[in-house]
C-alpha cells in the first residue's frame, strides 16, 4: 500500500478521531471492517490499536490488538487501587458478580474507562475498537450516564464523567456503522444512526455498505429460458436491488457512504485491504 493514498484512504472513512469504535448488526462483517480500517491506518504510517471484546477475534496479521474481558477489566481495577492478591479472591467467591448485579453498567463503565485509558496513553495514534453488535453498543455506551446520574461523587462518578467527555468528544471519538444492502440490516442502521446521534449525541463518521455485489445490467442478447439468461436475469435483480438499498441508506444517512465490494479470501485481511485502493476511483480519490 501506498502511504500517501493510505493516508487519504483513511481520512475520507473516519476522519482524524483518536477513537473509532465499529460496529453494526451481527453478521454484518463489523470484525472484517474494523481490521480492514486498522491495517489502512497501519499502511498510512500511523500506529494502531485494535481493541477487541471478544477471546476469538482472529489472527493480529501485524497489527497489535488487546483483548478486553470484563472480568480481567474489573480484576485489574480492583488490582490497581489497592484490593491487591485480594482482588483474585472477591474474583472466584463471586463477591464481584454480586457487585455487578447490585450495580448495574459497572463492567460497561469500567471496560469504557480500560478504553479511555488506552486513548490516552499516547502510546497509538489510532484506538479502533471492534465494538458489539449495535444493540449491545447502545447499552454500553449509555451505561455512564445511567450511572452517572446514580453516583454524584466518588470514583464511580469520576469514571463516568470522564467516559462521557472522551464519548462526546467529537474530534476526538467517532462511529462507523456497518450494513449490508438488505432492508433489515439497513433498518437497523437507520435506527442505531438515530440513536447515537440524539440520545447519546455521539458523533457517526461515516456508514460501511459491505458486501455489495458486483453490479449485472440485464442483458438482451441471451436466449430466452436458457440457462445463461436465467443466471443472468438473477444476478441482475440482485445487483438492483443491492443498488436500491445502497441509496436507502444515502438518503436516510447525512454521513459519508461507502461500497465494500464482497471479496474472495476476506478471510486474510492483508490481501482484502488491498480492495480499498482498487475503489479509490469511485471514491474520487487520485
Known amino acids: 500500500m501506498q502511504t500517501a493514498k493510505a ?14 469504535l465499529v460496529t453494526g448488526k451481527g453478521g454484518v462483517g463489523k470484525s472484517s471492517v474494523a481490521r480492514l480500517i486498522a491495517l489502512t491506518a497501519q499502511a498510512a504510517g500511523l500506529k494502531p490499536l485494535l481493541v477487541l471484546f471478544d477471546e476469538f477475534g482472529g489472527e493480529s496479521d501485524g497489527v497489535e ?8 477489566v474489573m480484576l485489574e481495577y480492583l488490582e490497581t487501587h489497592g484490593f491487591g492478591p485480594l482482588a483474585q479472591r472477591l474474583l472466584k467467591s463471586g463477591v464481584i458478580d454480586a457487585v455487578s448485579t447490585a450495580i448495574p453498567g459497572i463492567r460497561d463503565l469500567l ?16 484506538v479502533l475498537v471492534d465494538a458489539p453488535a449495535s444493540g449491545h453498543l447502545l447499552s454500553l455506551l449509555s451505561s455512564p450516564d445511567g450511572l452517572g446520574a ?6 464511580i462518578a469520576s469514571q463516568s ?16 456503522l456497518v450494513t449490508l444492502p438488505e432492508e433489515t440490516p439497513v433498518q437497523e442502521t437507520s435506527e442505531v444512526y438515530n440513536s447515537l446521534t440524539t440520545l447519546l449525541t455521539t458523533h457517526v463518521l ?9 453490479l449485472v445490467q440485464r442483458r438482451d442478447d ?26 436507502t441508506v444515502r438518503d436516510l444517512l447525512p454521513v459519508p457512504v461507502f461500497e465494500f465490494p464482497f471479496v474472495e479470501d476476506a478471510t486474510q485481511p492483508n490481501r482484502a485491504a488491498m480492495y480499498l485502493f482498487e475503489q479509490t476511483d469511485r471514491w474520487g480519490i487520485h
Open 7 to 20: 493516508r487519504i484512504i483513511l481520512s475520507e472513512l473516519i476522519g482524524d478521531p483518536r477513537l473509532v
Open 65 to 72: 490488538q488487546v483483548i478486553l474481558l470484563p472480568d480481567a
Open 111 to 126: 471496560v469504557l474507562a480500560k478504553i479511555k485509558q488506552l486513548v490516552n496513553s499516547g502510546i497509538y495514534d489510532l
Open 150 to 155: 446514580i453516583a454524584t461523587d466518588g470514583p
Open 161 to 176: 464523567a470522564d467516559v462521557i467527555a472522551l464519548l462526546r468528544d467529537q474530534e476526538l471519538t467517532g462511529v462507523v
Open 206 to 214: 461515516s456508514c460501511v455498505i459491505n458486501r455489495m455485489p458486483t
Open 222 to 247: 441471451l436466449a430466452p429460458g436458457s440457462a445463461e439468461a436465467h443466471a443472468n436475469e438473477y444476478l441482475a435483480a440482485r445487483s438492483a436491488f443491492a443498488q436500491s438499498q445502497a441509496q
